[in-house]
């Protein structure tokens, strides 16, 4: 069983396209991040977001907490292909163990 | 370097042989996390290190698996008697401690044949 599930799992658009990537857990995280991670590489840091119902925006990335600190959302505006890539969300529960525990992953493919 | 390093960054084995993958952590950073990722899948937690001491190891899957990190820097995650379900790129991942931005190496590909 995930900690965390995100959704949709793979996502293939047009450039110019908006989209949404959900995470959701029924745990609450003292804080919760998201990564973008490349073939190849290791994922790398997008935002992190600390308190329930936080909005930050990342150019065109906007990323929201949830109100009980559960689920979190990924929204892109203006999808170009440089998006692509696996976007993955991460948390610290907020009881229990002491690790970062990753989302399930959402592939997503911008197409030119 | 300023990054966390791993090494090798791919690596074939065949079936039952004994393999270390390598981690170079960020200088300074205490916490050291190791993960697993297969294809298109989000990293597996498999153990995690506060200083020299294994905080959690609760994510490696059976007594095959085993990591240290004697000084507190450079860590060592070393499988035995591999099998071809081991293949998967193995993540490790440095931060100041908890709840703070965790960066990543490259990876280890480790491909069991």
């Known amino acids: 069983t995930q900690l965390l599930e995100q959704s949709p799992q793979f996502l293939s658009i047009q450039e110019g396209e908006n989209l949404t990537v959900y995470c959701n857990s029924s745990?609450?995280?003292?804080?919760l991040q998201w990564y973008r991670q490349e073939p190849g590489e290791g994922p790398v840091l997008l935002v992190t977001?600390?308190?329930?119902?936080e909005v930050k925006k990342l150019k065109r990335l906007t990323f929201q907490f949830g109100d009980a600190r559960k689920d979190s959302s990924l929204h892109i505006t203006a999808a170009q292909p440089g998006d692509t890539g696996l976007y993955l969300c991460?948390?610290?529960?907020?009881?229990?163990?002491?690790?970062?525990?990753f989302g399930t992953g959402t592939r997503l493919t911008v197409i030119p | 370097g300023a990054g966390v390093s791993q090494t090798p960054s791919n690596k074939v084995t065949e079936k039952g042989k004994y393999v270390e993958l390598r981690c170079d952590p960020i200088?300074?950073?205490?916490?050291l996390y190791w993960y697993r990722q297969s294809l298109g899948q989000g990293p597996e937690f498999l153990i995690y290190?506060?200083?020299?001491?294994?905080?959690?190891d609760s994510g490696l899957p059976n007594d095959r698996f085993f990591a240290v990190r004697p000084e507190g820097s450079v860590s060592t995650l070393k499988i035995q008697r591999t099998e071809r379900g081991d293949s998967a790129v193995y993540l490790c991942?440095?931060?100041?401690?908890?709840?703070?931005?965790?960066?990543f190496g490259q990876g280890t590909r480790l491909t069991v044949v």
């Open positions: 991942a440095s931060s100041f401690g908890l709840y703070t931005e965790a960066f």
């Open positions: 745990s609450v995280f003292s804080s």
């Open positions: 977001v600390v308190t329930g119902g």
């Open positions: 991460a948390g610290w529960v907020q009881t229990g163990a002491n690790n970062l525990f």
């Open positions: 200088s300074g950073h205490t916490a």
């Open positions: 290190f506060q200083g020299t001491g294994a905080a959690d």
